[in-house]
C-alpha cells in the first residue's frame, strides 16, 4: 500500500495506526450490533418470516423478476450502443447539417431525467407497455451517454490513424466504421461497461412507471405474503432482492475493472504509446 | 400551452422543490463523501475497508432501491420520517458513494514526488497536505464533482415515485389530468431540467479542458 499521503510508517506510527484500527474496528463492531439490536427488537430477526425465503415460489418469482430487469436491459443496451454509434458518426461529420442536429439531440436527451424519458413514451400513446417505455427511455439516455463515450474515444487517437485511413483511399465514413470506432471501443471498453451498469440499475425506475421487474416483485411479493406473516415479511424479501441487485451489479463492475487492467496492459505494451496516464513515481495501480 | 400557463406556478412550486432536494443532498453527500473519501486513504486498515464497502456496496444499487428501502423498510425499524426527509438522506446516501471516489482519486492523481518533495523541505503533515496536495487534488476533483451534481439534479426526479411532488412529479401529475396537453407539461418540465443541468455539464467540460492544459 503506497499512498502520496504518507511514508512507510516507523514503530511509532506503527503504533498509532494499531491503535487506530483498534478503535475503528470497535466502532464498527459497535455500530454493526445497533444495528442488529434494531432488527431484534422489532421483531425482525427472529422473526418466522425469515422462512419465505425457503419458499421456491418466492424465487421463482425474483427470478422472474429479475428476468424482466435483464430483458429490458439487454434490449435497452444494444439498442443504445446503435444509436450511439449513429449519433457519434452524424456528430463528427464535417457537414453541419448532419452534425448539429446530432450534437443537440445529445446534449438534450443527456441533460434529462431517465424517468422523465420513460414516462414521455406514455404521454404520446396510451396504449404504450410499459417494457416498451422503459426501453425508450433507457435507449434514449444511455444512447446519448454512449455518444458522449465513444466521440471522446475517437477523438483521443492520435490523427495518424484517420490521415492513413484516408491516405490509402478510404472515405470519411469507411475510416471511421474500420479504423477509428473499432480502436474507440477498445480504448473505452471498461467505460462502456460501467455505463452498462448504470442502465441496468436504471432498469428499476421501471417501478415507478409500473414495469413488473425485480423491484416491483419485491412490493408484489410483500403484498402477498404479508397476509400470512405480517408485515415484517417485507423485510426478508427486500434483502434477497437487495442481494440479487447489488451481485448481478458488482458482477459487471469487477468485468469492467479487469477490462481496465487489461487495457493498461496493453497500452503500456503498445509500440504507438500514446502519453497515456501521469504515472509519476511509479506508483502503479493505486486502486 | 394554455393549460402550461395557467399551472406554470404549480411547476415553479415543484422546481423549487427539486432545486431544494438537489442542493441539501448536495451538501450532505459532500460532508458524507469527502470523510468516506478520506477514510479510503488514511493509513488504518478498518476505515478503508469501511469505505471500500460503502462505495462498492451503494455505486452497485440502483437509486430507487435506495429510496425504497428509506420509504418502506426503514418504517419497520422504526426509523419514520417524512417523506421529503427519506428522500434528501436517499439521495445523499447514494450520491456520497460518488463523491467519495472522486475525492479518493483525486488525492490519488497528485504524483507522490509532491508529498515527498513537501516532506524534503522538512513540511509538517498537515502543511504538506494543506498547501501541496489538495490544491493539486482540488483541480482534478472539481469537474468530477459538478458532474456527479448534474446527475443528483437528474437522480432527484426518483423522489416522484415516493411520494414527494417535485418537478417530474408535477409534470406527470398535469400530464395525467390534462392528457391532451401532456406533451406540453413535459416539455415545459423538461425545459426546467435543462436550465440546471446544460450550463452546469458545459461548466464541467471547460473546467476540465482547462485543467488538462495545465497538466
Known sequence: MSSVLYDIPGPRARRRILIGSIIGGLVLVALLGLALKRLSDNGILGSPSWEVLTYPEIWESLGRGLLATLRAAALAAVLAVLLGAVLTALRLSPTRWLSWPAATFTELFRGLPVLLLMFAPFVISTTISPFTAVVIGL????????????????????SGQREAGLAIGLTPVATLRAIEFPQAVRIMLPTLVSQIVVLLKDTSLGYIVTYEELLTTVKTLRNFYSTSFGSEVLFPIFFAGAVIYILVNMTIS??????????????????????????AGGVGGAA | MDALVDNLDLILEAFWTTIQLTVVAAIAALILGTVLGTMRVSPIPPLRWLGAAYVEIIRNTPLTLVFFFMVFVAPQVDILVEFKTSAYVALSVYTAAFVCEAVRSGINSVSTGQAEAARAIGMTFSQSIGTVILPQAMRTIVPPLINIFVALTKNSSVAAGFFVTELFGQGRTLAIENPSEGMWFLAGVAFFYLVITIPAGIAAGHLERKVAIAR
Open chain 1, 139 to 158: 435507449t434514449l439516455y444511455n444512447g446519448c451517454i454512449i455518444a458522449e463515450i465513444l466521440r471522446s474515444g475517437v477523438v483521443a487517437l492520435p
Open chain 1, 254 to 279: 469487477q468485468v469492467a475493472s479487469w477490462l481496465a487492467r487489461r487495457g493498461n496492459k496493453k497500452a503500456a505494451r503498445a509500440p504507438l504509446g500514446r502519453e497515456d496516464r501521469p504515472t
